[in-house]
């Protein structure tokens, strides 16, 4: 890693190292290509569909029959580029494109654990221009999708984990505003899942992949697609998809093996009485205590360190199983009754580093206590016996010996039944009644421990029988406890108590029977929709038709998250379950909206796409959202074009409906010295916080606009340069920095320690320092992003070689602006922690005879790293300077065999040269997961055979 290089490469760089080595080969080819034999591309618009080809609707309009390099940049992933990827789901293929890149924003099972601040287990989400989840409308077959009933903290997502990878045809990308078309949330575009349909026959595949590395990551995909007609006019279909993957851990890859900065807080807990002592004790390692390799004495004194990396894993367990089921049947040659049925089934486990206690109340007479260590604590205290310490408790920071993992059970189901078919002159409608849903139930299955009995089992509060007894009073609130004095004992039982000491591993039976639990969550999410429309042509102008379509919607989404009550924060125990929360969230809306487009060709040369449509939120008022967007062609080989849009999107229901969530912060001295007695390098309180929820949220707003020009010098060369600038304005969100200003501002309640309500807003400050906060959720200020993005494709002429095709694409990003509230400085994040500014892929074809292969080149450009001090001084490194991440490139290679009429074997290699992903010491798991991939080579064979 170079820790001070310049953050931004050129475009130069970019197309030297993703364009020159891969195009080289096809340069020497001569003749042209034979009509039909051109392999798809990748995100790369498709050429006018011929008269002669049914009219289709493509993403960006309703009216069918448009050509596809219209006014609006599109992109397509094809079924040919999901095969030939070699992925096992879907997020997989989605993360390569240069659009779902920046912030963190796209995220897949790589990201996920068992913490509130990780994503769900299990799951996964597309966000474009990185502007979130929830900004990007997520369409199946051109409909809404039920939203996954666990939030990612409180913000609902559309889970593409829950759409079978064997059942998509292909994925179409909007990357920019669409909300006049297709939904008033579409802030940053649309990502359509196509599903396969009209297939005829039997397809059969199968794949098997691990890593080259030493470690097991296999997985295994096996589904099988049939169709076929009943009579005239009943066709139907079914696809059947199973897929399994092992876990992958940090543990298993040595760039992340080892925490940069292991926790402080180790199965060996540190002690101190909070009265007599000054500095921290703990079981030293001359002392049989803690391992010489992990003790250590800091501002607080001793500790003995855990490397937490060891524990967590970097992509869960996975097993799925789900199909689609299409039916359609002619009722007459102008009426056609469809329907398809997807269900997927989702089993998961991941796993998180074990949980911390903090300040728990530990009884001095505990009989577990080492001797070495009462003397310890004598010396420190300048006590004349440990007997001093006596009905006084002493307290523990410590760890948990256990990773905190659970399991996860997800059923998705989506019916649409719907009727199209043909009305007067060329008009035609397309009506349908869709039902979706999603059931979750996740499972604790370690490292989950109950706050209140592990207090009362370190105080002697517990008799082996279960019973309880005063020996303690305990204030789980602030933990802390006052002497009482009775005991087990004295009532003819014997007390069981929990040993601290020995690294925890020793523990009486019965012990962990009371402390663990499962703490069962159960999520349900609802869609009902109904929508319809109808298109053809209004009239004819001298430069052709003028075509319309109108339609109008009404759905209603319920949300029921409900975690183990275990699991809910209240006010006498703010921490239920040590390290270890789950969002809750009730919530119902009905929405309804009528939508109109209409299409001019104003001249041969010039057309418009003219578009509005008027939602009516419930609870959130209503918004009319225009869309203007325009091409025109001077020249054959020209084309330029452009669009404008508005955009409007209530809270997610997880959001509106939230309830406490338990969550964790580490205050950031730099960004808010006051939190921190006013010393920006200061090392800010690690919080065991919450975020609360906010009955007053108002509606985020955008526009969006955007243009471009479309390039074809020849029929076998395209290049698209499209500029696009989104400004999203009222977030509803959680900026923690800026919660923590505009509280001691005087905006929320600032307190004393231990004097702030579960579920209160505000902030608690002892000496100077936040020492807790419940942060809510609130509308904060903008973000605004703008870029460009450069398409090119390029289908060499077959020669003696065979047939080779060249893509590209390079999005490079000028600026992404935020600003939490007018209190609040603009962020600059372009470039900036986890926000890549040039993001590039490039990918080679050829085809001779029955072979195929590619080879394909992605690069992320470095950025501004962001390390806290705690880790620069545990690397040793300097304060108050910027470090950098390395920029990141890898190559793909794929090699296939037709041994049959569409039938073929394929060996695919992802990141063929094993490269490391680059150090980011900003990351808990030293790298990035969601802009570089930790797992390194990786090959799939498959075999896909058709009968």
């Known amino acids: 890693m170079s820790y001070n290089s310049p953050l931004h490469r050129g475009a130069l760089r970019v197309a030297t190292i993703l364009l020159a080595g891969v195009a080289t080969p096809a340069l020497a080819q001569a003749s042209a290509p034979p009509a039909g034999d051109q392999p798809a591309d990748v995100t790369t618009p498709a050429t006018p569909p011929s008269e002669e080809s049914e009219a289709i609707v493509v ?44 912030g963190g924003q796209t995220f897949s099972t790589a990201t996920a654990g068992a913490l509130s601040s990780d994503t769900p287990v299990g799951a996964s989400a597309i966000s474009l221009r990185g502007l979130g989840a929830s900004s990007t409308l997520t369409l199946i077959n051109g409909r809404r999708a039920q939203i996954s009933a666990f939030a990612r903290g409180q913000e609902s997502f559309i889970d593409a984990s829950s759409i079978p990878l064997a059942a998509i045809e292909r994925v179409e990308v909007l990357p920019s505003g669409a909300s006049a078309i297709y939904g008033a949330d579409a802030v940053a575009g649309v990502v359509n899942f196509v599903l396969r349909e009209d297939f005829e026959g039997l397809e ?74 000054v500095n921290d004790q703990t079981e030293e390692p001359q002392d049989g205590g803690c391992p010489a390799e992990d003790f250590g004495v800091g501002n607080l004194g001793e500790f003995c360190e855990v490397n937490n990396n060891a524990f967590v894993s970097a992509n869960d367990r996975l097993e799925t199983l789900g199909g689609l089921f299409t039916h359609k049947f002619e009722i007459s040659d102008s009426l056609t009754w469809y329907n398809d049925v997807i269900y997927q089934r989702v089993r998961s486990r991941g796993v998180s580093s074990p949980a911390n206690f903090s300040r728990a109340p530990i009884d001095p007479e505990n009989p577990f206590w080492p001797a070495a260590l009462q003397q310890d604590i004598v010396d420190e205290g300048g006590a004349g016996d440990f007997s001093d310490f006596f009905g006084f408790p002493i307290f523990a920071w410590g760890k948990v010996p256990e990773p905190r993992g659970v399991e996860v059970d997800s059923d998705s189901y989506r019916l649409t039944s719907g009727l199209k078919g043909d009305l007067a002159a060329d008009w035609k409608f397309d009506v349908a009644f869709l039902y979706g849903g999603n059931d979750r139930v996740q499972r604790g299955t370690s490292g989950l421990y109950r706050s209140g009995v592990f207090f009362d089992l370190n105080l002697g509060n517990i008799c082996t029988d279960g019973s309880r007894v005063n020996r303690w009073a305990v204030n789980a609130a602030r933990p802390s406890a006052s002497f009482r004095g009775d005991t087990c004992e004295d009532a003819g039982k014997t007390t069981l108590w929990y040993n601290p000491f020995g690294g925890q591993a020793q523990q009486s039976d019965g012990v962990l029977d009371l402390l663990e639990t499962n703490a069962e969550r ?20 001298p430069a052709g038709p003028v075509k319309a379509a109108f339609g109008g919607e009404f759905r209603r989404e319920t949300l029921n998250d409900v975690p183990s009550g275990l699991a809910v924060a209240t006010p006498t125990n703010p921490d239920p379950i040590l390290g270890f929360s789950s969002t809750s969230a009730n919530a119902t809306r009905n929405n309804w909206a009528v939508f109109g487009e209409v299409f001019v060709p104003v001249t041969e040369t010039f057309e418009l796409q003219l578009a509005g449509r008027f939602d009516e939120f419930q609870g959130f008022g209503s918004k009319f959202n225009p869309k203007v967007a325009g091409r025109w062609q001077p020249a054959d080989w020209l084309a330029v074009r452009g669009n404008f849009s508005t955009s409007f999107r209530a809270p997610s229901l997880a959001q509106s409906g939230a309830g406490v969530l338990l969550s964790s912060y580490r205050v ?34 955008a526009r969006s606009f955007g243009g471009g020009v479309v390039f074809q010098p020849t029929r076998d060369i395209e290049l698209l340069v499209d500029y696009w600038n989104i400004r999203h304005e009222n977030l509803v969100g959680i900026d923690e920095d800026d919660f923590i200003r505009r509280a001691l501002g005087g905006e929320f309640p600032v307190v004393g320690a231990g004097l702030l309500p579960t579920g209160s807003p505000g902030l608690e400050v002892t000496n100077g320092f936040v020492s807790d906060a419940h942060f809510q959720i609130t ?55 986890l926000f890549p500014d040039w993001i590039g892929a490039a990918r080679l074809r050829w085809r001779k005879d029955d072979w195929r292969a590619s080879v394909a080149g992605f690069y992320t450009s470095g950025y501004r790293d962001d390390p806290t001090n705690r880790t620069l001084d545990a690397l040793g490194l300097p304060r108050g300077q910027d470090y950098f991440v390395d920029d990141y490139i890898t190559f793909d290679l794929t090699v296939s065999y037709d041994f049959a009429e569409d039938s073929f074997i394929q060996l695919a290699v992802r990141n063929v040269l094993d490269e490391d992903p680059p150090l980011v010491l900003g990351s808990s798991s030293n790298v990035d997961l969601f802009n570089h991939d930790l797992i390194g080579r990786y090959a799939t064979l498959s075999i896909v055979t058709r009968f």
């Open 204 to 277: 059969l595949s199968g794949s098997y992949g691990n890593s080259t590395a030493g470690t097991d990551e296999g997985r295994f995909n096996i589904s099988g697609v049939f169709g076929t007609k009943l009579g005239e006019r009943n066709s139907v279909m079914l696809v059947v998809d199973y897929f399994r993957r092992n876990p992958f851990f940090l543990r298993d890859r040595a760039i992340s093996r080892d925490s940069l900065a292991p926790s402080q807080q180790g199965f060996f807990p540190s002690f101190n009485d909070l009265f007599l002592q």
């Open 668 to 701: 950031d001295c730099r960004a808010v010295p006051q939190a921190c007695n006013n010393n920006a390098n200061a090392t800010g309180q690690a919080l065991l916080s919450e975020d609360v929820g906010n009955i007053n949220l108002e509606a985020e707003t």
């Open 779 to 833: 509308n904060l200020g903008f973000q605004k992003t703008d870029g460009i993005d450069v398409a090119y494709t390029h289908r060499f002429p077959e020669g003696p070689l065979g047939l080779f095709t060249l893509t590209a694409d390079v999005t490079h990003i000028f600026n992404f602006d935020r600003q939490a509230s007018p209190s609040s400085p603009v962020e600059q994040l372009a470039g900036d922690y």
């Open 522 to 541: 159960r999520g349900k999410s609802r869609l009902y929709a109904l929508d319809g429309f109808v298109n053809g042509t209004l009239f004819d102008l």
């Open 59 to 102: 993403t960006g309009s309703r009216i069918q029959g448009l050509p596809e390099d219209g006014p609006v940049q599109t992109l397509s992933v094809t079924r040919e580029d999901i095969v030939q990827s070699g992925a096992g789901t879907i997020i997989e293929v989605l993360q390569d494109l240069p659009v779902t890149s920046g």
